[in-house]
């Protein structure tokens, strides 16, 4: 199953809302996670099953979707949400992730 | 707390081997299914492998198939990966991760460890 994140990459301002969109090549339900990865540091669950949103993640952050397409939503940017975000299906193996999209100020 | 801590990389020849271990503290290994990302220098993030709960299961990427092996010891806390006929293109850091049930399948990745750097260079 391909994964395809859109866009690529994003500038944006402290306190914008941003969307980022996630499209499966196939049906995949609800099995779709977000992640977000800041330099050198590792991955960090934020939203898993579309929209469920992990522990100690702010609410700024929300998630929807199924079937095929999925977004990301940040409210309210902050200076620590600038970073990578890739979304992940697990609806079969390979479990794969999209190519990331950048978020940067 | 939970904690996920790989070693095992390094700087390896061409068709040589290497082991990479992941060992796990703060919740119940044995419960959790395992797997491995890894992530090539400047790009997004590869699934590798994963492993059940009790190592009754296992799948890979079709770019390691054959030449990566997971395993699990639930009685040391520790997931290894060992990696032979390494090629130029597996150079990247991989990072273990928990899966959030016990098989590997239709969950998420709640936890990942610091990750290791795997260099494939002659």
């Known amino acids: 199953i391909q994964m395809t994140q859109s866009p690529s990459s994003l500038s944006a301002s402290l306190g914008d809302k941003v969307t980022i969109t996630c499209r499966a090549s196939?049906?995949?339900?609800?099995?779709l996670n977000w992640y977000q990865q800041r330099p050198g540091k590792a991955p960090k669950l934020l939203i898993y099953i579309a929209s469920a949103l992990q522990s100690g993640v702010p609410s700024r952050f929300s998630g929807s979707g199924s079937g095929t397409d999925f977004t990301l939503t940040i409210n309210s940017l902050q200076p620590e949400d600038f970073a990578t975000y890739y979304c992940?299906?697990?609806?079969?193996?390979?479990?794969?992730f999209g190519q990331g999209t950048k978020l940067e100020i | 707390q939970v904690q996920l801590v790989e070693s095992g990389g390094g700087v390896v020849q061409p068709g040589k081997s290497l082991r990479l271990s992941c060992a796990a503290s703060?919740?119940?290994?044995?419960?959790?299914?395992m797997h491995w990302v890894r992530q090539a220098p400047g790009k997004g993030l590869e699934w590798v492998a994963l492993?059940?709960?009790?190592?009754?299961?296992?799948d890979y990427a079709d770019s390691v198939k054959g030449r990566f092996t997971v395993s699990r010891d639930n009685s040391k806390n520790t997931l290894y990966l060992q990696m032979n006929s390494l090629r130029l293109e597996d150079t990247a850091v991989y990072y273990c991760?928990?899966?959030?049930?016990?098989?590997?399948?239709?969950?998420?990745?709640?936890?990942w460890g610091q990750g290791t750097q795997v260099t494939v260079s002659s």
């Open positions: 196939q049906r995949i339900g609800s099995y």
């Open positions: 992940q299906q697990t609806h079969s193996n390979p479990q794969t």
């Open positions: 703060g919740f119940t290994f044995g419960s959790s299914a």
């Open positions: 991760a928990r899966a959030s049930d016990a098989t590997g399948f239709y969950g998420w990745f709640d936890y």
């Open positions: 492993i059940s709960y009790d190592g009754g299961n296992e």
